[in-house]
């Protein structure tokens, strides 16, 4: 089993070309470690996620964990929540993320239903369930996949079921985006990322990590069929929404 987990010194070097940012073996073995150290509010979002399961998922009903990269978000459910309150099914297109959270699934939580599926969840056949996870996943699907993914999740929630979508945002203020950003990069630098880490991280992302504003969010959200939808956390330019499918 290869459960070790490294710093990320993925972008400590400097690189006559920045490739785009991919989800492969490298990024892999340090991804915990990287989430944590750039994603302000990260933990604090996990440990709500099974808070808000506790208080919408019905006994038994059915859980998706969408882009679960190593599978924190079931981990943090199957950590809070007994056994038998609900199945769960992990779901992401790298093979490298896949095996692992195989793994740390099978290891930490054996007694719960979950199960870990490599696919793209643009093209899955959904079962009916009662909570969708999409914990900083959207951002990575081209815009104009987007609306079509939430509409099908929409369509297989249960009348009651909810959709939690954590992403990194803009603000449209040109200023306070400005300064949302620079505050996340002294955030990065606090948490012992160089200027060249920094910078050629972002090279990396352009195009590939494409985020959205909150106003954009809560209006595809709507167009999908959510009659309602609430940001209910907010750090900086990562922000997490819950959305509603009608009783
Ligand atoms: N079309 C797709 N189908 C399936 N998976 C995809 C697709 N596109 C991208 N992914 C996957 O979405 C994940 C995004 S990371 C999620 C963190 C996790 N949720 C966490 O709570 O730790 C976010 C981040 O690294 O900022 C990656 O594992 C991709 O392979
Ligand atoms: O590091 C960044 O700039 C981010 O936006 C967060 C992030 C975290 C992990 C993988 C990709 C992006």
Known sequence: MSDASY??????????????????????????????????????????????????????????????????????????????????????????????????????????????????????????????????????????????LLARLHAALEPGGVLVLSEKVVDPDERDNAWRVERYHDFKRANGYSELEISQKRTALENVLVPDTLEAHHARLARAGFTRSLTWFQYLNFASLIAFKEA
């Open 7 to 148: 710093r990320d010194a993925i972008f400590t070097t400097p690189l006559d070309k920045v490739a785009r940012f991919s989800f492969d073996e490298r990024v892999v073995a340090c991804f915990p470690d990287m989430i944590r150290r750039s994603v302000p509010g990260y933990g604090q979002i996990l440990g709500m996620l099974g808070l808000i399961a506790a208080r919408h998922l019905r006994h038994g009903a059915h859980v998706y964990d969408l882009g679960c990269s190593l599978g924190a978000a079931s981990l943090a459910l199957a950590g809070q929540l007994p056994e038998d309150a609900f199945r769960l099914t992990a779901v992401d297109i790298s093979p490298a993320m896949v095996g692992r959270a195989r793994e740390t699934l099978a290891a930490e939580c054996p007694q719960h239903a979950i199960e870990v599926i490599e696919g793209d969840i643009r093209t899955l056949d959904y079962v009916p369930s009662g909570m969708v996870i999409l914990n900083f996943t959207l951002q990575f699907l081209p815009p104009e996949d987007r609306e079509a």
